[in-house]
């Protein structure tokens, strides 16, 4: 089975958020990058299990800039074979989208695979995008995943519950907790990501649909209001008179 | 601008989230002098309560009655070329999040999604969002000109008015299924959406023992509130993994969300900052849960909680 997982950079998730240039930017200094967690956990290890059951190639693909390369390293040091990346800064989801479906269009791919989200920008758009791109079945949220021949089956989370799905590949799935356990690297596959090829392709330049203008930190909490534990009528009384949520 | 709302529907009745969206959408077309249109699928019995949120028009596809993402997304597309739509709206829950992308790529629509306010509609088209898994806010401007905007639930406050909708039948060619359901499974339990909650009662590793969580499930009864956990408690079974809140489980923002013997590490706190009101059980006074807490209870939770599901009993006696 040839497998694309797109690997996303996300800021570790203890980082203190701030900006900068007038809070036109996110301000990287002092901040540790990791694999965005759910393109890691979740799509690139249940992505391995499936290539060493069956057999098959597993790329990943990022864009973005030559920073990219370490957090690259650490998912071929999980186990992927090869990585891509395109030579862009990463703006729009659909920008990235058109990248990675630019890429894989040609390329014969069984599944292609994501994150359901990115822990920085939260967007869940780039998995949806890349299935409307290729013109491929698109499954999002997925729990669960197995393939037989050309067809995945994929337990995925609804409104209310789960849904079990039949979906003929190629398609492209978005990856959410449960889908498989965390891998930690061993100093094999860390050695080994050194000399896998992690080939640079240019950017087909495609459209941007929106920009952001500025970010903004939320409002100081106030500080807790402390209650007796021997008066838990006054927080009942709190919660209904002052704050009005009951 | 002229307005359209996509409102998911399940089992014969339109998504609650959706009266928030169809608010929201409604709203956004009468300040720019535009028509609001909402389509939907299935067998809808609630319909007629749509209008009642400023929706004038609905485009009912009753003969679709499956989930297919890029059947719906086909849906969408053909109720805006019906509907004239310059901005399209969707609630940021399972369905929403699904389609919306595949609409906004294969219309060529800027999209936000995630949004938590009205967006900007003199000069730029400026749409607020919540990014850094709710640690930051992002104005994200869309330049194309159709828009997209999916809105996270219990965002905006939803107007309603007397009103009543034109309901046309809607059947356009949507195309063949790409995906084919097998099974269903429905979550039992008081049938309160976690991710559609106004009222949760959570619950963490200070409850000791999975079969400690029976005052948990009371006062949420009481209160009308979901039940959720972190994740400690779902990772060794104690709890169902659909319950865990959290950087990894499920992001919620409810009015109020009660967490009892939670430490409040980050993690979980990247689930719940979006909550409007939150309440901490501890008995320890240095949990950092109290830092992002407004009401706080130091103290054992099987002194407290039992003492809050009598008191919420008394609240509610004293009102009907």
């Given at each position: 089975m040839n497998i694309l997982v797109c690997i996303s950079k996300a800021p570790d998730t203890t980082s203190k958020i701030t900006f900068k240039d007038n809070n036109t930017?996110?301000?990287?200094?002092?901040v540790q990058f990791i694999v965005n967690p759910y393109d890691e956990w979740y799509a690139l290890v249940r992505a391995l299990e499936l290539k060493e059951a069956q057999g098959g190639k597993l790329t990943i693909i990022s864009v973005g800039g030559a920073d990219y390369e370490t957090i690259m390293r650490k998912a071929l040091a999980i186990g992927a074979d090869e990585a891509v990346r395109?030579?862009?800064?990463?703006?729009?989801a659909f920008q990235v989208a058109s990248e990675i479906a630019a890429y894989a269009?040609?390329?014969?791919?069984?599944l292609v695979m994501a994150g359901k989200?990115?822990?920085?920008?939260?967007?869940?758009q780039v998995g949806g995008m890349i299935a409307a791109l290729m013109h491929l079945p698109y499954v999002s949220n997925a729990t669960k995943m197995d393939v037989a021949g050309s067809e995945a089956t994929v337990e995925r989370d609804k409104q209310g519950g789960t849904e079990v799905l039949g979906v003929s590949l190629p398609a492209v799935i978005s990856a959410a907790k449960g889908m498989a356990e965390q891998r930690i690297p061993n100093m094999r596959g860390i050695m080994a990501a050194r000399s896998k090829p992690l080939q640079v392709i240019a950017s087909c330049a495609p459209q941007r649909l929106t920009e952001t203008v500025h970010y903004e930190l939320p409002p100081e909490k106030g500080g807790v209001k402390l209650i007796d534990p021997d008066n838990v009528n006054e927080l009942v009384n709190l919660l209904h008179n002052e704050a009005k949520v009951i | 601008m002229n307005v359209l709302v996509f409102a998911d529907s399940d089992n014969g009745k339109v998504a609650k989230a959706a009266y928030e969206a169809a608010s929201y959408g409604a709203t956004i077309a009468s300040r720019s002098g535009g028509k609001a249109t909402l389509v939907t699928y299935g067998?809808?019995?609630?319909?007629?309560?749509?209008?009642?949120?400023?929706?004038?028009?609905i485009l009912h596809?009753?003969?679709?009655?499956?989930?297919d993402p890029m059947q719906l997304a086909a849906l969408t597309e053909a109720a805006v070329q019906s509907s004239g739509a310059d901005l399209v709206i969707f609630s940021h829950d399972y369905t929403g999040k699904t389609i919306a992308p595949i609409v906004s790529a294969r219309m060529k629509a800027g999209m936000v999604t995630g949004a938590i306010d009205y967006p900007s509609l003199e000069g730029d088209f400026i749409v607020k969002t919540n990014v850094f898994s709710g640690k930051a806010f992002a104005h994200v401007k869309i330049n194309t000109a159709k828009k997209i905007i999916t809105l996270l639930p219990n965002s905006v406050s939803k107007e309603k008015i007397e009103a009543s909708a034109n309901v046309t039948a809607f059947a356009p060619d949507?195309?063949?299924?790409?995906v084919s359901i097998k099974e269903t499974k429905i979550k039992g339990g008081d049938g309160i959406i976690l991710t559609e909650a106004e009222l949760v009662v959570s619950a963490g590793?200070?409850?000791?023992?999975?079969?400690?969580?029976g005052m948990i499930e009371e006062l949420a009864h009481e209160l009308g509130a979901a039940t959720a956990c972190s994740r400690p408690v779902a990772d060794v079974g104690?709890?169902?993994?659909?319950e865990h809140v959290g950087q990894t489980g499920i992001a919620i923002r409810p009015n109020l969300y009660i967490a009892v013997?939670?430490?409040?590490a980050i993690q979980h706190l990247a689930g719940?900052?979006?909550?409007k009101v939150i309440v901490v059980i501890n008995?320890?006074?240095?949990?950092?849960f109290f830092k992002a807490a407004d009401y706080g209870i130091v103290g054992d939770a099987f002194e407290v909680v039992p003492k809050l599901i009598a008191a919420v009993k008394e609240l509610k006696a004293s009102q009907s």
């Open positions: 930017s996110f301000n990287e200094d002092g395109v030579d862009a800064q990463p703006l729009d269009a040609d390329k014969g791919f069984d989200e990115t822990i920085d920008y939260n967007g869940a | 067998r809808v019995d609630n319909l007629n309560e749509l209008a009642q949120y400023g929706i004038s028009d596809a009753e003969s679709v009655d499956h989930v949507l195309g063949n299924a790409s590793r200070g409850l000791k023992a999975p079969e400690n969580w104690w709890r169902p993994h659909h013997g939670i430490s409040g719940v900052n979006g909550s008995t320890d006074p240095e949990a950092p």
